[in-house]
């Protein structure tokens, strides 16, 4: 009987431990402001986690969908692809920068401007499946930022 | 002659042999930063209309340089990121910058609207032009410049991959140079000012 508690103890410890979210930070975020007409954007940061997780899922009250993309070169040919998921690995800093991953603002409901601060809230995943989400403010910068 | 003479002689020849042999690993295999492609059949005739209304051909720009970019205003990421390079390279040509002409041509007509191209494009610097055609023109233009380009709708989002090089046209209006997206604006500008020194 004591045995089987402590048995079950440490099956309950395993268990959360497997689950403990990953304490994550954002930093630098930025928005590529946009002209009017224009519909879609590029958000930039810097994550970091103690933990190793993944970003699965973003989403922001400016846009109607957000997505995770990623931009490649092959022999000078520019292509752009949704991404399930972004590994995040532990004490890594992964930077979203242009020529690489960013977080994509689809469908915006109106012209973001100069200044303006976009809410993001990130989903991230960790290794046992637990989720957790991080808010995100991000500010508008020119168009021409880089 | 004396020994030392003869040495000090020598050496002038052995300095100027030297960068000779040195400059090719300095600017690549020839003269530009840029690929040669003169030889190569690029360019052709293509016609487009620019982000005023107007109609135009490369017989326009005669007596300017032009460089010209695919790509797309919805782009978030690379289109800018090579705005802002070409806006650099006419920084750094200062007065030269006059006989420079930036051409931007949408591989988006659909979602590029000439009023979105009047707004985006000279953002970057007022003197560049947006150039947008029908799916025929802009199918013809791409391959004048043996460039690729593909649209594909995914889960209702339109994404596009294109070629991301460049090329500059001489103030004749023969293409000459290909430039890959690795090239900085130092480079451009250099070639820029080699093609102008030619007269």
Not at chain 2, 104 to 119: C, G, H, K, Q, Y
């Amino acid at each position: 009987m004591k045995s089987s508690s402590a048995l079950i103890s440490l099956a309950a410890l395993l268990f959360f431990c497997s689950n403990i979210y990953a304490a994550v930070t954002a930093s630098g975020a930025w928005v590529r402001g946009i002209v009017k007409g224009q519909t879609v954007t590029g958000t930039f940061m810097t994550l970091k986690s103690d933990e190793d997780t993944k970003l699965v899922s973003a989403t922001s009250p400016v846009a109607g969908k957000v997505e995770i993309h990623k931009m490649e070169m092959k022999n000078d040919l520019m292509t752009m692809r949704p991404i399930d998921k972004l590994a995040i690995p532990a004490g890594t800093p992964v930077e979203l920068k242009p020529g690489g991953y960013h977080v994509m603002l689809v469908d915006l409901k109106h012209t973001l401007v100069k200044g303006e601060k976009v809410p993001l809230t990130l989903v991230f995943e960790s290794r046992g499946g637990a989720r957790n989400t991080l808010a995100v403010t991000a500010e508008v910068r020119d168009l021409t930022a880089h | 002659m004396t020994e030392t003479a003869l040495f000090a002689r020598w050496r002038h020849w052995l300095m100027a042999a030297a960068l000779v042999l040195a400059l090719p690993a300095w600017a690549g295999d020839n003269l530009f930063y840029g690929k040669d492609i003169s030889d190569k059949g690029y360019g052709g005739d293509w016609r487009l209309t620019d982000h005023n209304g107007r109609k135009r051909t490369i017989a326009d720009f005669r007596g300017r340089i032009v460089l010209i970019f695919f790509g797309y205003t919805h782009c978030p990421d690379f289109c800018p990121t090579t705005l802002v390079k070409m806006a650099t390279v006419m920084k750094q040509l200062g007065p030269d910058a006059a006989k420079v002409q930036v051409l931007f041509v949408t591989i988006d007509p659909e979602r590029d609207s000439e009023a979105l191209l009047r707004n985006y494009v000279p953002v970057f610097d007022p003197s560049f032009l947006g150039l947008r055609g029908s799916d025929e023109e802009t199918e013809k233009v791409t391959q004048d410049f043996k460039a690729h380009y593909q649209l594909m709708k995914y889960r209702g989002e339109t994404l596009v991959d294109h070629t991301a090089s460049g090329y500059l046209i001489d103030t004749k209006g023969k293409t000459r140079l290909l430039f890959s997206y690795t090239q900085t604006a130092d480079q451009i500008a250099a070639d820029v000012r080699t093609i102008l020194a030619e007269g």
